[in-house]
């Protein structure tokens, strides 16, 4: 995780080359180190290099299929992957559809992090800033420290 020394680590999962471009700007502009991937595959890769920092997965909600993971086709099957590597993971899921039925169901009213893909910088900072801090369990609940 990182501390008031180390920058925060996102690894950003989009198969759109000027998505990618996007966020590596705005992350770095806030001093966030981005890590970047096309697919699933090349994120597993980013993953299995343990000496690489990863404190928060930001990855689309549905992915593209992948001949190096062929079993991965959506986000939450992503960082479960990437969670057999790296226990700790936190994640935050974005769609350009944040509020369509099905995103909403599965996502938003469950309590998990997602991000339009059409928010504002300040508004993307904050979300990773947020889905990136550690939970503090209390008896019978979670709450974000």
């Known amino acids: 995780m990182a501390t008031d020394r180390t920058p925060l680590s996102v690894l950003v999962i ?3 080359a000027e998505i990618l471009s996007f966020f590596a700007k705005i992350l770095d502009s806030n001093g966030i180190r981005a890590l970047l991937a096309r ?38 099957a992503l960082v479960d992957r990437l969670r057999q590597l790296r226990p700790d993971l936190r994640a935050l899921y974005m769609s350009a559809r944040v509020d369509s039925g099905v995103i909403r169901i599965e996502f938003v009213d469950r309590g998990v992090h997602t991000l339009s893909k059409n928010s504002d910088d300040r508004g993307l900072i904050e979300s990773i800033r947020t889905a990136a801090r550690p939970m503090v369990r209390t008896a019978g609940s979670a709450s974000v420290r």
């Open 14 to 16: 989009d198969d759109d």
């Open 39 to 76: 697919n699933a595959g090349e994120a597993v890769g980013i993953a299995k290099r343990g000496y690489v920092p990863i404190d928060l997965v930001l990855t689309e909600v549905l992915l593209k299929p992948d001949a190096a993971a062929p079993d991965v086709d959506n986000g939450p």
